[in-house]
C-alpha cells in the first residue's frame, strides 16, 4: 500500500491503538505539540506503530515509536509508505 497517512487516520489510531480521542482538527492545529500533551505515551505510541504495521503490511522505522510529535510521526511514516511503493 502506498497511499499515505492523513491525520485523520492518525487520529483515528490514537483513539484505536492508545484509548485517546484528539479531533482531526484539533489534531492539525496542534500537529507540532508533544505527544505527552496530547495524552499520548511511549507505549501508545508503539501500539499506534504497530497498528500501521498490521494496516499497511510494511515495517515502520524503529525511530517512528520515538518522534515527539505528531508532524514528525506522520513525516517519517509517510516518507517510508513512498519508499516501499
Known amino acids: 500500500m502506498s ?3 492523513t491525520v485523520e487516520e492518525l487520529s483515528e489510531l490514537m483513539k ?3 484509548g485517546v480521542t484528539v479531533a482531526p482538527q484539533d489534531l492539525q492545529q496542534s500537529c507540532d505539540s508533544d505527544f505527552d500533551s ?3 505515551d511511549s507505549l501508545g505510541l508503539l501500539g499506534i506503530v504497530g497498528e500501521l504495521e498490521n ?3 510494511t515495517q515502520m522505522p524503529p525511530d517512528a515509536e ?5 508532524r ?3 513525516d517519517l511514516v509517510n ?3 513512498m519508499a516501499g511503493a
Do not use: S, V, W
Not at 66 to 70: E, F, L, Q, S
Open 38 to 40: 496530547l495524552g499520548i
Open 66 to 70: 520515538r518522534c515527539k510529535t505528531p
Open 55 to 57: 494496516r499497511h503490511g
Open 16 to 18: 484505536k491503538a492508545a
Open 72 to 74: 514528525q510521526f506522520l
Open 79 to 81: 516518507t517510508t509508505l
Open 3 to 5: 497511499e499515505r497517512i
